[in-house]
């Protein structure tokens, strides 16, 4: 074997011939050992005896400078020391915290879909508000309407009242299940019988046809009554309004009294009459909507009724026979004229009247019969000297003279009976 190595003149070439292809007969010799390993094959004999002592020449070396390079940069592997065992408590620290963060996962999805509900919602909410704040200026007009109506009423703009509570009906009608446009139909509806009532108190008052028949109108537009209601209403304002007039006079002067009733029935039966023929006239079609059953005839009677009762009870208060007379003709002319609408009561006037007469001249006489009694009963007897009166005297002052005559002077209580007798007549 040593010769062998000692003709490794001869040997050496050969084995140096192909060194990629003794590299390859190197199992152990890695990619990255490869140029060593080719190096290694191109020393010679004693050059390859001396490469592990230069090796470990080299190792040593190389750990002398490792060595230096640590204790130069000791604080670095002390820092990096505390650094690894910092993460390594770091690393534990987060793992914990991940497993706390998986455990809260599910409460963060769910806190999440609750903030995302949230969210819509108030997405929602801002969505009607920008929509009420675009039509602020349209509601805040609708709010107002109950104020405005009410303005317009007492202002006695009763036409655009009715309009703004035709247009609040509409509204109720198009949406019944809001609650706000509900609210403002109740407060339109209140102030819808403020109103009616001042409608009808205005019927109470003294007004013309041409204001009635306005009045009548707004009432079939605010559609409260029906028709025959209205017209009932009608009457019965109007006959509130003749009442009113009738106890403004004093009922403790009968012939006062009597005068007012007779001239407000004069005129303004009259006129209501004529007023309600005017707004609610018949309708020749015989719908029963428009038929008052004969309505009108039976409130006039009432009054007439009335009027005869009152007369009846007043007249026997009238102590002057010209006061009767007075009453009596207003009495004649104010059934004339109401005979014009078919109201002629003169027929049942005298009845009336006759009695008034006949109780007022028995009250009368009775009294001249009591005032004769006293005289009677007070005058002392005593012969007065006989006045002579010639016959032509007498018969001349019977035909020029009405006055009782001269001679009854001769009993003076007799002659105070006569002259209460004409006194009587004229009463």
């Known amino acids: 074997m040593v ?3 000692e003709n490794g003149d001869d040997v050496l070439p050969t084995l140096a011939s192909p060194t990629s292809a003794m590299a390859g007969l190197l199992p152990l010799a890695s990619v990255s050992q490869q140029p060593y390993v080719s190096e290694l094959l191109s020393f010679t004999l004693d050059r390859l005896h001396k490469e592990p002592e230069l090796l470990r020449v080299d190792a040593e070396r190389i750990q002398r400078q490792m060595q230096e390079v640590a204790v130069g940069n000791y604080r670095a592997f002390i820092a990096a020391s505390d650094a690894l065992v910092a993460i390594k408590e770091e690393v534990t620290s987060i793992d914990k915290h991940l497993e706390s963060l998986i455990t809260e996962i599910p409460n963060l999805t769910s806190g999440c879909a609750e903030f995302i509900e949230s969210a819509e919602q108030i997405l929602e ?3 009607m508000n920008l929509t009420l704040l675009a039509n602020h200026s349209t509601l805040l007009d609708l709010l107002e309407i109950p104020q405005l109506m009410d ?3 007492r202002n006695g703009n009763y036409d655009e009242a009715l309009d703004l509570e035709a247009f609040v009906c509409k509204l109720s009608t198009m949406h019944p299940k809001l609650p706000v446009i509900q609210a403002l139909a109740a407060e339109v509806r209140q102030t819808t019988q403020s109103l009616l009532s001042q409608l009808l108190q205005k019927l109470r008052s003294n007004i013309q046809l041409p204001e009635c028949l306005r009045i009548i109108g707004y009432l079939r537009r605010i559609g409260v009554f029906s028709e025959y209601e209205m017209r009932l209403q009608f009457l019965r304002c109007r006959e509130s309004w003749l009442t009113g007039i009738l106890e403004d006079w004093d009922q403790r002067n009968a012939y006062e009294y009597l005068k ?3 001239s407000c029935h004069r005129m303004h039966l009259f006129d209501v009459v004529n007023q309600y023929r005017a707004i609610f006239a018949d309708d020749t079609s015989g719908s029963e909507q428009n038929y008052d059953g004969g309505l009108l005839f ?3 009677m009432h009054q007439i009724t009335s009027h005869l009762k009152t007369l009846k009870v ?3 208060k009238i102590t002057e026979g010209g006061s009767l007379s007075n ?8 059934a004339m004229g109401l005979g014009w609408v078919g109201l002629d009561f003169r027929g049942l006037l005298p009845s009336l009247f006759e009695e008034a007469v006949l109780n007022l001249f028995s009250k009368n006489m009775n009294t001249a019969v009591e005032n004769f009694q006293l005289v009677l009963d007070s005058h002392r007897w005593v012969p007065l000297p006989a006045v002579g009166f010639s016959a032509t005297s007498i018969g001349e002052e019977s035909q020029e003279d009405v006055t009782p005559p001269s001679y009854l002077m001769e009993h003076p209580p007799l002659a105070v009976f006569i002259n209460e007798y004409p006194h009587v ?3």
Request: glycine fraction near 4%; hydrophobic fraction near 40%; proline fraction near 3%.
């Open 314 to 316: 007043m007249l026997p």
């Open 425 to 427: 007549e004229c009463k």
């Open 125 to 127: 909410k801002r969505k």
């Open 151 to 153: 303005t317009c009423v």
């Open 298 to 300: 039976s409130w006039a």
């Open 327 to 334: 009453i009596l003709d207003q009495s004649m002319y104010c």
């Open 3 to 5: 010769m062998e190595l």
């Open 260 to 262: 007012g009733m007779i």
